[in-house]
């Protein structure tokens, strides 16, 4: 099971559903490989993924006057200690940005039902579904090397949190994001910044901008949607997909989210 850590709050319910939403291509990669893709932060769309806030950025000052001083110091101790402090500060700053590249997410939409703006957002053509499951199962079936938690959405011009703690950045975006109602899945692998560490045992592709993660996909999915506006065919390429790879016993039906009212 995943790992635990104070940076990655589970759902106060853990058997809430969690939405996996892809084109048909990402199915056919994932049944293939029986795995999830797990993306390097770095390669993400949003700029601020994984990055400080502005007003961490402008608290040098008072990281500086933190570094308390010994008793009786002398004026010139004090410079050097100061220039000390800043020059952490700032190799803190770099730190963070370098830790980017050593951190592999996928993605999970919590929601009781499924979601009509993130069928535009993820899957905006007609050949896509939904995989359907829960914290709870998919927890259980992670392997121990993730971490796994609820993201937080923060002002990214006030916001402070604490800086020691690398993983707080991961679990973080802007809030312009608050509709995904994000929970992540986190691998970190220092040995991709060379830090002279053993590598996690995944295949890396994509250049390193990909991580392959087997996972059992019988544990985890409950249920396939397909997008409200698929055709009838794509019904039952998708349940022939799911027999070929051995997921028959996995319930596949079409989202509701732009039926028609019945009354």
Partial sequence: MKQQHESFL????????????MDITKFVWMLQNRALYFCQLLAMDDPFEGHYTEGMAGAEEAFVKDWFPPENESNEAKVKRDEAARKNFRFMLDHIKNMKQTMYINCWHMNEDDSLAMWKLYTPHGESIALRSTYRKLAQALPEQCYFGRVHYIDYRTAMFDMFQT?????????SFEHERELRAVIWDPSVA??????????KVNDNRGMVVPVDLLEIAEQVYISPSAKPPFFEVVRQLLQTYGLEKVDVKQSEVNAPPAF
């Fill in 10 to 21: 589970p759902p106060d319910n853990h058997d809430v559903p969690i939405w996996r939403y």
């Fill in 167 to 175: 993983f707080n950045f991961v679990v973080r975006k802007r809030r």
């Fill in 194 to 203: 060379n830090l002279g560490v053993r590598p996690v045992p995944f295949k």
